[in-house]
């Protein structure tokens, strides 16, 4: 083991963080001769288009990581959604052994486990520290494996866009009566509470979002915030920019291993990889909070762009809506039914928590 993590050490030393793939190789090749271990070469898929800003560069820094972290023992070849598979068809390509990693966001696989959606996001439930709260360290980590064991599939947090926006509308948004008959790309619980309120949400994958807005084929979307908006150019093809993201307060992004294919690691190159996952994490909230403010300044700026909040009568009518959908999906789905009695009840807790912490610190900026 010591002899290991000196052979790593010396890699890295070696090479240094950030230079190109092509300058690592010979400390690579030092590495795998001196530990005498297997080199494990795997794909990944993802969601994402490829190398998108935040989502995607996350999976792909994720991909640099356990090459240097690993002394090159674990490459990970990372394809943007419909380069290996079609985005949607990320977890069945992991499970399946077509790849044995893949990149993207649980409540695309609510089809398959409706539980999933909590993974990714409760509308009007926990933010961005309050699920990596939940995730680990109070149990939802273990929910989550759980609740992918039988696919063959083990998940790992990896990611976080913190709040998201409420969406691009066509249509301005003053009632309740103007959510009737609105065709919304807004996937997960969020699209099932639009359809409660007489929407008709639909779920498409981040390329093929600017088209369906600009065409008129949906009438409003939602995808993620201003700095993968305004890089999506979703400005010219919509006039409203409507917050806050009630559907996702802190989306948790996943990565999702093939149990076979991380069983045949060796123990380090395990660890290396859920302290890459973790790693990635942390850095991509962080990137999403510097850059938002940025974009959001582009956008209403450079742009022009119409930010408005939701009325409050509509957002107490949506977390309503959003409360009853979760309740009822409880009642006849049994394994929803045990991660969100985790969840809500942890909820409940760091509720009065965050009231008296990060809500009331909040507060006293604008006193
Ligand atoms: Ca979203």
């Known amino acids: 083991m010591k002899r290991r993590q000196f052979v790593a050490a010396a890699a890295i030393t070696a090479t240094g963080v950030g230079v190109s793939a092509c300058a690592r190789k010979p400390a690579v090749t030092d590495a795998e001769s001196l530990a005498g271990g297997a080199t494990f070469r795997w794909k990944m898929v993802t969601t994402w ?38 985005a949607l068809e990320v977890f069945d390509a992991v499970a399946g052994g077509t790849a044995e990693m893949g ?16 993974f990714t996001a409760i509308p009007f439930g926990l933010n961005a520290a309050e699920m ?17 064991a039988p696919f063959g599939v083990l998940p790992f947090p990896c990611g976080n866009t913190g709040v998201q926006m409420g969406g691009w509308f066509n249509r301005e948004i003053r009632s309740v009566a103007d959510l009737k008959g609105l065709k919304m790309r807004i996937p997960g619980l969020g699209g099932e509470v639009l359809q409660r309120a007489g929407g008709a949400p639909v779920t498409l994958p981040g390329g093929e979002i600017f088209t369906a807005l600009q065409t008129g084929a949906i009438d409003a979307t939602e995808w993620i915030g201003p700095y993968n ?12 920019y409507y917050y806050p993201g009630w559907h996702e307060p802190g989306s948790t992004l996943e990565c999702i291993v093939s149990r076979k294919a991380y069983d045949s690691l060796p123990p380090d190159l395990q660890e290396i990889l859920r302290v ?13 909070n510097a850059r938002s403010f940025e974009a959001l300044d582009t956008l209403v700026d450079d742009h022009k762009v119409d930010v408005r909040p939701f009325p409050n009568d509509v957002l107490r009518y949506l ?17 929803f039914a045990k991660v969100y009695a985790s969840m809500s009840k942890f909820e409940a807790g760091i509720s009065r928590w965050t009231a008296i912490s990060d809500l009331a610190y909040l507060k006293t900026r604008s006193l």
């Open 49 to 86: 288009p490829p190398n998108f800003p935040g989502v995607g560069t996350g999976a792909n820094r994720l991909a640099e990581m356990l090459d240097l972290a690993s002394a090159g023992r674990l490459k990970v070849k990372v394809f943007g959604g419909g380069e290996l598979v079609p």
């Open 103 to 118: 990149h993207g966001a649980s409540y695309y696989w609510k089809g398959k486990a409706e539980a999933a959606s909590i």
């Open 132 to 148: 990596n709260a939940w995730l680990y360290s109070g149990g939802g980590l273990e929910l989550w494996r759980e609740l992918y």
């Open 229 to 240: 908006d305004l890089a999506f150019g979703l400005y010219k093809a919509a006039k409203y």
């Open 276 to 288: 890459c996952c973790a790693a990635v994490n942390d850095t991509m909230l962080a990137e999403y």
């Open 319 to 335: 977390r309503d809506l959003s409360h009853e959908i979760v309740r009822e999906t409880a009642a006849r789905d049994p394994s």
